[in-house]
Nanobody, 129 residues
Framework: QTQLVESGGGSVQAGGSLRLSCTTS????????MAWFRQAPGKEREAVAA????????RYADSAKDRFTFYQDNNKNTLYLHMNNLKAEDTAMYYC??????????????????????WGQGTQVTVSS
């Protein structure tokens, strides 16, 4: 189901920054396991980061650690992913995903796309070197 809306993608040079947004008008984002995935042409969808929006630590793929950070604005019902020091290999379509259950975020399966039942249509990130 496509019920999340992403925005914030664009084209930047290597070393630049972008802020991706994920929101929905149908649910509250609070109290869900929410994640960002990305998919480059010809490659499988891979997990970038996940967070339980009811309070808890975030999970980051090795490729995202120390460069990407979550920010949650409950007033705007929006989850943000701040991406700094972008690299050419970050180029991909980025998707927001969600599931109402915390245990997905706490488990080793947080990076499995099939654990999430809500998805957005994606926002393109292009990083030129």
């Amino acid at each position: 189901q496509t019920q999340l809306v992403e925005s914030g993608g664009g084209s930047v040079q290597a070393g630049g920054s972008l802020r991706l947004s994920c929101t929905t008008s149908r649910y509250t984002i609070k109290g869900r396991c929410m994640a960002w995935f990305r998919q480059a042409p010809g490659k499988e969808r891979e997990a970038v980061a996940a967070i339980y929006t009811g309070g808890g630590g975030a999970r980051y793929a090795d490729s995202a650690k120390d460069r990407f950070t979550f920010y949650q604005d409950n007033n705007k019902n929006t989850l943000y992913l701040h991406m700094n020091n972008l690299k050419a290999e970050d180029t991909a379509m980025y998707y927001c995903a969600a599931i109402p259950w915390r245990d997905v975020c706490d488990s080793d399966y947080w990076g499995s796309p099939d654990k999430y039942n809500l998805w957005g249509q994606g926002t393109q990130v292009t990083v030129s070197s």
